[in-house]
């Protein structure tokens, strides 16, 4: 639907960005939003379903072209490395190979460090942490096996956002979600309605409720899902829209 594409956002924190989940066109929409590619600190995927990394490899070529026509001093990608946090090694073995196709293309002058996680802190530099939760989108893994899908919560000395990811139930997120500033639930897999009739029942605390990742409601009724949350949790919900930005 025109407005509200693949999965992805990011945070803005110390004039760099923290990128969440790669969904399709990404980048095109951070352009047309006018963010800099060359100011992306860390790129974290949730989990490897294409809705969430099918825009990862088209990111990382935009940002190796920005790159190669820089000009601007202080702003240069060149001989740093760029944390790639994605649960599965197969899959971003994958995007490289998509990447470097039959001529080897791509050859950035900055590194990628990719990285499997598991549960609690992933990530703590320059004022910004990143801590994850491991949750049931895509079952629960055999003996040995990783988990493969994940919620994540960023926080900054005075501000805290929590992302649902794709998630089997909220209520995984139960203690994840106390006390974020912003709390961004999916609803591919969940009804608005019980989201927030789960919220406002546990008591769960928190600032403002955000539904992105739309699923069938939502694309067909935006206004009308819209009214059906706010008449359980008043105006501090919002739906997503590509390009929204947001004062956390």
Known sequence: MPGRKHTSYVIEHNDGLYW?????????????????????????????????????????????????????KGKELTGKTIPVYIPNMSVWLGVLGVLGGPTGSFDPTFNLDAQTYLDGEIYNKDGISVAALHNTHLGEPGDAEPWQSFSLRVQT?????????????????????????????????????????????????????GFFHHGRAILGDPEGQLKKARRILGNRVFIAEDGMTLDV
Not at 24 to 41: P, V
Not at 174 to 199: K, N, Q
């Open 20 to 72: 969440f989940d790669a969904g399709e066109g990404c980048s095109y929409t951070a352009h047309l939003a006018g963010l800099d590619l060359l100011s992306i600190r860390a790129i974290f995927i949730t989990h490897p379903h294409m809705d969430h990394v099918g825009g990862l490899a088209n990111l990382l070529w935009t940002m190796q072209k920005l790159e190669g026509r820089n000009q601007e």
């Open 157 to 209: 000395a005075d501000r805290t956002v929590t992302t649902s990811g794709d998630v089997g139930h909220v209520e995984e997120l139960r203690g994840f979600i106390l006390d974020s500033d912003l709390f961004l639930m999916e609803t591919g897999h969940h009804a608005v309605e019980a989201v927030c009739e789960y919220l406002k029942t546990e008591g769960i605390t928190f600032g403002k409720l």
